[in-house]
């Protein structure tokens, strides 16, 4: 008699994996952003987060502010990139993951068998742009 393993409902369900986190997530109180879209170019894909105020003059007078630091590189951590860029409508926050670090990622959340939505985290996201904002000298 051949006794089959159980397999959970989970590892029966396989979800997919995606690389940038959804989810509207607050700054400082002062501003909140969430999963705009994906741009993919010939070495790197770019995750958008839209920026959208929640006490209008504070928020007002970052934008302000951080208009001479657009489309200004921030790399903290190899292989992704971080800058604030300009569109017709608003600001957005911009993270660029080289494929081979994309790759990378994929990779270790398949060898670790992860279970959540996305391979980075809001947190990550939250910490890169915190990181960015003090490097300008903008202050929230």
């Given at each position: 008699m051949k006794i089959?393993?159980?397999?959970?409902?989970?590892?029966?369900?396989?979800?997919?994996?995606?690389?940038?986190?959804?989810?509207?997530t607050n700054?400082?109180?002062v501003l909140s952003f969430d999963f705009g879209e994906i741009s993919q170019k010939k070495t790197y894909v770019i995750g958008r987060y839209p920026l959208k105020a929640i006490e209008k003059d504070r928020f007002n007078e970052f934008c302000t502010n951080i208009t001479p630091f657009l489309k200004r590189n921030l790399g903290i951590i190899p292989g992704i990139r971080s800058a604030f860029v300009k569109t017709k409508d608003t600001i957005e926050f911009a993270v660029a993951i080289d494929y081979d670090k994309s790759h990378t990622l994929f990779k270790s959340a398949e060898d670790m068998r992860w279970h959540n939505e996305s391979v980075l985290s809001m947190d990550?996201?939250?910490?890169?742009?915190?990181?960015?904002?003090?490097?300008?000298?903008?202050v929230l």
């Open positions: 089959e393993p159980k397999i959970s409902a989970l590892q029966q369900e396989k979800k997919p994996i995606v690389l940038f986190p959804k989810g509207e700054l400082a109180s990550l996201i939250k910490m890169l742009m915190r990181a960015h904002i003090q490097r300008t000298g903008v």
